[in-house]
Protein backbone atom coordinates (compact mmCIF):
# COMPACT_ATOMS: atom_id res chain seq x y z
CA UNK A 1 0.00 0.00 0.00
CA UNK A 2 1.14 3.29 -1.22
CA UNK A 3 1.56 6.06 1.31
CA UNK A 4 1.26 9.51 -0.23
CA UNK A 5 -0.94 12.25 1.74
CA UNK A 6 2.36 12.54 4.54
CA UNK A 7 3.20 16.18 4.40
CA UNK A 8 -0.30 18.28 5.56
CA UNK A 9 -1.59 21.13 3.92
CA UNK A 10 -0.65 23.27 6.92
CA UNK A 11 3.30 21.85 6.95
CA UNK A 12 3.16 22.25 3.11
CA UNK A 13 2.00 25.77 3.03
CA UNK A 14 5.27 26.78 5.34
CA UNK A 15 7.99 24.55 3.45
CA UNK A 16 6.41 25.72 -0.15
CA UNK A 17 7.51 29.43 0.44
CA UNK A 18 11.07 28.24 0.80
CA UNK A 19 11.31 25.96 -2.18
CA UNK A 20 13.14 26.58 -4.99
CA UNK A 21 11.67 28.42 -8.29
CA UNK A 22 11.47 27.67 -11.96
CA UNK A 23 11.98 30.86 -12.88
CA UNK A 24 14.78 31.37 -15.11
CA UNK A 25 15.43 28.04 -14.63
CA UNK A 26 16.82 26.34 -17.97
CA UNK A 27 15.08 23.21 -19.17
CA UNK A 28 12.83 21.31 -18.22
CA UNK A 29 10.10 22.24 -15.48
CA UNK A 30 10.05 20.45 -12.38
CA UNK A 31 7.99 17.90 -11.34
CA UNK A 32 5.44 18.77 -8.64
CA UNK A 33 7.77 19.62 -4.79
CA UNK A 34 5.75 18.55 -2.81
CA UNK A 35 4.86 14.67 -4.51
CA UNK A 36 8.69 14.97 -4.75
CA UNK A 37 9.49 15.27 -1.46
CA UNK A 38 6.84 12.76 -0.46
CA UNK A 39 8.62 10.30 -2.70
CA UNK A 40 11.80 10.85 -0.77
CA UNK A 41 9.89 11.08 2.32
CA UNK A 42 8.90 7.25 1.26
CA UNK A 43 12.29 6.12 0.51
CA UNK A 44 13.78 7.31 3.85
CA UNK A 45 10.55 5.63 5.49
CA UNK A 46 10.89 2.46 4.18
CA UNK A 47 14.75 2.31 3.39
CA UNK A 48 14.61 0.74 -0.24
CA UNK A 49 16.62 1.41 -3.01
CA UNK A 50 15.76 4.69 -5.20
CA UNK A 51 15.09 2.09 -7.98
CA UNK A 52 12.12 0.78 -6.06
CA UNK A 53 10.19 4.33 -5.86
CA UNK A 54 6.48 3.77 -6.23
CA UNK A 55 5.34 5.22 -9.84
CA UNK A 56 3.41 8.09 -8.12
CA UNK A 57 6.02 10.11 -6.98
CA UNK A 58 7.15 9.78 -10.87
CA UNK A 59 10.73 8.78 -12.08
CA UNK A 60 13.02 7.79 -9.07
CA UNK A 61 15.89 9.20 -11.26
CA UNK A 62 14.41 12.85 -10.90
CA UNK A 63 13.66 12.12 -7.49
CA UNK A 64 16.91 11.58 -6.26
CA UNK A 65 18.42 14.13 -8.39
CA UNK A 66 16.46 16.58 -6.69
CA UNK A 67 17.14 14.81 -3.06
CA UNK A 68 20.76 15.53 -4.25
CA UNK A 69 20.26 19.01 -5.20
CA UNK A 70 18.61 20.21 -2.20
CA UNK A 71 21.40 18.77 0.13
CA UNK A 72 23.70 20.40 -1.69
CA UNK A 73 21.94 24.12 -2.11
CA UNK A 74 20.83 24.50 1.47
CA UNK A 75 17.25 23.59 0.32
CA UNK A 76 16.99 21.71 3.34
CA UNK A 77 18.52 23.90 5.77
CA UNK A 78 15.33 26.78 4.55
CA UNK A 79 12.83 23.61 4.94
CA UNK A 80 14.06 23.14 8.70
CA UNK A 81 14.47 27.30 9.79
CA UNK A 82 10.69 27.81 8.19
CA UNK A 83 9.08 24.67 10.13
CA UNK A 84 11.27 26.37 13.21
CA UNK A 85 10.21 30.17 12.98
CA UNK A 86 6.81 29.21 12.28
CA UNK A 87 6.15 26.32 15.33
CA UNK A 88 6.36 26.37 19.07
CA UNK A 89 9.26 24.00 19.14
CA UNK A 90 12.41 25.36 20.95
CA UNK A 91 15.93 23.93 19.74
CA UNK A 92 16.28 20.87 22.29
CA UNK A 93 12.70 19.40 20.99
CA UNK A 94 14.01 19.63 17.38
CA UNK A 95 16.73 17.35 18.21
CA UNK A 96 14.56 14.64 20.00
CA UNK A 97 12.36 14.79 16.67
CA UNK A 98 15.61 14.57 14.55
CA UNK A 99 17.67 12.54 16.71
CA UNK A 100 18.58 9.08 15.01
CA UNK A 101 17.37 5.67 16.95
CA UNK A 102 21.20 4.23 17.50
CA UNK A 103 19.48 0.69 17.42
CA UNK A 104 19.33 1.16 13.60
CA UNK A 105 22.75 2.37 13.13
CA UNK A 106 24.93 -0.65 11.83
CA UNK A 107 28.62 -0.19 11.22
CA UNK A 108 30.35 -2.13 8.35
CA UNK A 109 31.36 -5.48 9.34
CA UNK A 110 35.58 -4.30 8.77
CA UNK A 111 34.62 -1.28 11.27
CA UNK A 112 35.02 -3.93 13.82
CA UNK A 113 38.19 -5.34 15.80
CA UNK A 114 40.32 -2.72 14.43
CA UNK A 115 43.66 -2.21 15.85
CA UNK A 116 44.62 -0.07 18.41
CA UNK A 117 47.99 0.45 18.62
CA UNK A 118 50.25 1.94 16.64
CA UNK A 119 52.21 -0.42 15.04
CA UNK A 120 51.16 -1.40 11.25
CA UNK A 121 50.13 -5.02 10.51
CA UNK A 122 52.24 -7.01 8.66
CA UNK A 123 51.01 -7.05 4.68
CA UNK A 124 49.41 -10.21 4.97
CA UNK A 125 48.03 -9.91 7.69
CA UNK A 126 43.75 -9.70 6.87
CA UNK A 127 42.46 -8.29 10.19
CA UNK A 128 40.70 -11.14 10.61
CA UNK A 129 41.63 -13.75 13.50
CA UNK A 130 42.08 -16.83 10.42
CA UNK A 131 45.59 -16.36 11.00
CA UNK A 132 45.55 -17.33 14.90
CA UNK A 133 43.03 -20.70 14.82
CA UNK A 134 46.11 -22.71 13.43
CA UNK A 135 48.28 -21.99 16.49
CA UNK A 136 45.65 -22.20 19.09
CA UNK A 137 44.87 -25.87 18.04
CA UNK A 138 48.87 -26.37 18.13
CA UNK A 139 48.77 -24.95 21.10
CA UNK A 140 46.03 -27.43 22.85
CA UNK A 141 48.08 -30.65 21.10
CA UNK A 142 50.87 -29.94 22.85
CA UNK A 143 49.54 -29.43 26.11
Do not use: C
Not at 47 to 52: I, L, N, T
Not at 88 to 116: K, M, N, W
Request: charged share 30%; proline share 5%.
Amino acid sequence: MLRDGVISDELWDVLEKVMPQDAGRRGRPWNDHRTTLEGIIWRFRTGSPWRDLPEPFGPYQSVWERHRLWSTDGTYGRMLEAVREQSEVDDDEVEAILSIDSTVVRAHQHAAGARRDSVAAPADDTGGRIELHEFAGGARGAA
